[in-house]
């Protein structure tokens, strides 16, 4: 049986992403300022990440904003090899999930850190970043 015929093409794709923010605008200013916080629900106190405009616990609209320790433990992580289109061009990255000291668990990038030295129980640190396009975001680095 032979293959069927295929035609490869070598051109690029060019995703373009509009996410709406604006409930958790304060997030991503605060970020770009090296802030790192989250919301704070205002009627029972439920502190959540990523922020939340609406209380998953009682469903209030009304939030203030807390910031967040920097300091977390590694809990897990994935060394993405075989990278999806939107992060085409991209050398492999780890995905890690980061428990904070207050016990919220964070997903970024961890950053700096082989994947064969990433272990569970492992001291990180958040920090701000600020992409080739503008936009801010986090990573864990090792502390
Ligand atoms: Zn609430």
Known sequence: MSESPTLHSRRSLTLKF???ISKTKE???SLRAGRFVTSKCSKC???TFPPQADCPNCMSGEFS???LGRDAKLVTFTHVR???ASFAGIDPYVIAIGELKDGLKVLAWLEGVAPEKAKPGMNMRVEARTSAEGNPYYVFVAA
């Open 45 to 47: 106190g439920n502190v």
């Open 82 to 84: 075989v990278t999806p």
């Open 18 to 20: 509009d996410i709406p």
């Open 65 to 67: 904003w807390v910031e």
């Open 27 to 29: 997030f991503w200013d």
